[in-house]
T-cell receptor, first 117, second 115 residues
Framework: GAVVSQHPSRVICKSGTSVKIECRSL??????MFWYRQFPKQSLMLMAT?????????EQGVEKDKFLINHASLTLSTLTVTSAHPEDSSFYIC?????????????FGSGTRLTVV | AQSVSQHNHHVILSEAASLELGCNYSYGGTVNLFWYVQYPGQHLQLLLKYFSGDPLVKGIKGFEAEFIKSKFSFNLRKPSVQWSDTAEYFC?????????????FGAGTRLAVHP
């Protein structure tokens, strides 16, 4: 089945530095990917929709200058957390939509746990 | 804006008990509905989804869900749970908004099944 590979799975960075998270579709082309953030014991909150070859669409309240999304190819989307601070510590998950003939679905990466110290 | 509400945040059951997890959504247009499961330390997995047709949807691992349009609900059920069903369950709705389709999740229900 369609697989999305996300890495790193864990990253610890110092406050003020930037961190890049990659999301790759392994056996399919993903024109649209989604980035979510999950706080402990909470749901997944959609941060942005990443569109290949165009600008990402950010959800209300998400700082586009802080969370930079690049979707330069049909198999790779990246999320860069710039000037990270401890409050950015969270679990970040990417997802891609899989289009079928009569329906569609979503496949999810395994997530990246970011800890900012 | 569309939203998804899961009524039960934490459910504790004994093995062989029946399970029903509530899910309601708010959106006036056509929606596609999903239930995902997240086992500890693992990524989200699709249990089942509803697009059209029979409102009673059968999924993997013995789960099913019923779409009741008049109630804006998509409750998840399993007649007899197992210890291995211990996980977090998320209801999600995909609806078009602002020209983009996106998947919105409920808060999740943490299920603990005791042997």
């Amino acid at each position: 089945g369609a697989v999305v590979s996300q890495h790193p799975s864990r990253v610890i960075c110092k406050s003020g530095t930037s961190v890049k998270i990659e999301c790759r579709s392994l056996d399919f082309q993903a024109t649209t990917m989604f980035w979510y953030r999950q706080f402990p014991k909470q749901s997944l909150m959609l941060m942005a929709t990443s569109n290949e070859g165009s600008k990402a669409t950010y959800e209300q309240g998400v700082e586009k200058d802080k969370f930079l999304i690049n979707h330069a190819s049909l198999t790779l989307s990246t999320l860069t957390v710039t000037s990270a601070h401890p409050e950015d510590s969270s679990f970040y998950i990417c997802s891609a939509r899989i289009m079928g003939s009569v329906s569609y679905g979503y496949t999810f990466g395994s997530g990246t746990r970011l800890t900012v110290v | 804006a569309q939203s998804v509400s899961q009524h039960n945040h934490h459910v504790i059951l004994s093995e062989a008990a029946s399970l029903e997890l509530g899910c309601n959504y708010s959106y006036g247009g056509t929606v596609n509905l999903f239930w995902y499961v997240q086992y500890p330390g693992q990524h989200l997995q699709l249990l089942l989804k509803y697009f059209s047709g029979d409102p009673l949807v059968k999924g993997i691992k013995g789960f099913e869900a019923e779409f009741i349009k008049s109630k804006f609900s998509f409750n998840l059920r399993k007649p007899s749970v197992q210890w291995s069903d211990t996980a977090e369950y998320f209801c999600a709705v995909n609806a078009a908004s602002g020209g983009y389709n996106k998947l919105i999740f409920g808060a999740g229900t943490r299920l603990a099944v005791h042997p």
